[in-house]
C-alpha cells in the first residue's frame, strides 16, 4: 500500500509547484498579467524538483521561465499601461519569416542541448532536450502574445507527461495532462479575441 502522507511530505516542493502552476495556467488562458509571477513562483520550485529528478534540460528550462517571465510581466505591464488596455492576441499565421525563424530557433535549441545532455546522467537526453526547445520557443510566443504558442504546447506538453511518469514525477504528470488538455481549451479561447 502507498503511504501518501509520506509521498507527500516527501515531494511537498513537487505538489507546490503543481498546485501554483495550476494557477498560472487558468490566469494564462485568461490573458491576466498576475500568469507572470505566478509562473515565476512555480518554475523556481520546479527548477529544484527536475534536478532532483535528474532532468536537467527541464531545470534549465525552468531557470528560463524564471527569467521569461520577468520579461512576459514587463511586456504586457507596458502594453497595459500604453494602451490602457491588454494587448490583443496576435496570430503568426501571416508571418512566415517569423515561423521559419522560430523553427529553426527550436532546431539549434534542440541540438545544442541534446549534445549536452548526452554527457550527463539522464536517461532522457532527446526528449528533455526537445521538450525544452518547444518550450523555450512557445513561452516567448506568449509573452509577445501569439496564439499559435499553444499549438506548440499541443507537442510538448504529452512528451513531458511521458517523461514525468518514466521518472515517476506522478503529480507531474497529473500537471502536464492538465496543460495539455488546457492548451487545447486554451487555444480555443484566445481564438475568440483574436485580431486579425
Not at 501554483?20 to 505566478?38: D, E, M, R, T, V
Not at 529553426?104 to 550527463?120: G, K, W
Request: aromatic share 22%; proline share 2%; charged share 10%.
Amino acid at each position: 500500500m502507498i503511504d501518501l502522507q509520506g509521498w507527500f511530505l516527501t515531494n511537498y516542493d513537487e505538489v507546490a509547484g503543481t498546485l501554483i502552476a495550476l494557477a498560472y495556467l487558468f490566469f494564462s488562458i485568461k490573458q491576466n498579467i498576475w500568469l507572470w509571477p505566478l509562473g515565476f513562483i512555480s518554475s523556481a520550485i520546479y527548477a529544484f524538483v527536475f534536478y532532483r529528478s535528474k532532468i536537467y534540460a527541464g531545470m534549465g528550462l525552468q531557470i528560463y521561465f524564471v527569467l521569461i517571465s520577468v520579461y512576459g510581466w514587463y511586456i504586457w505591464w507596458k502594453s497595459n499601461k500604453e494602451s490602457q488596455e491588454p494587448a490583443s492576441v496576435k496570430s503568426l499565421i501571416y508571418n512566415y519569416k517569423l515561423i521559419i525563424i522560430l523553427v529553426l530557433c527550436a532546431i539549434v535549441i534542440f541540438i545544442f542541448l541534446s549534445q549536452i545532455l548526452v554527457y550527463t546522467d539522464t536517461k532522457v537526453p532527446y526528449f528533455d532536450a526537445f521538450i525544452s526547445a518547444l518550450s523555450i520557443v512557445a513561452t516567448w510566443m506568449l509573452a509577445k502574445k501569439y496564439i499559435e504558442h499553444w499549438l506548440v504546447w499541443m507537442i510538448a506538453d504529452p512528451v513531458s507527461v511521458g517523461i514525468c511518469m518514466f521518472q515517476g514525477l506522478y503529480f507531474t504528470v497529473f500537471l502536464y495532462v492538465v496543460y495539455t488538455l488546457m492548451a487545447i481549451y486554451g487555444y480555443k479561447s484566445w481564438k475568440r479575441d483574436l485580431k486579425i
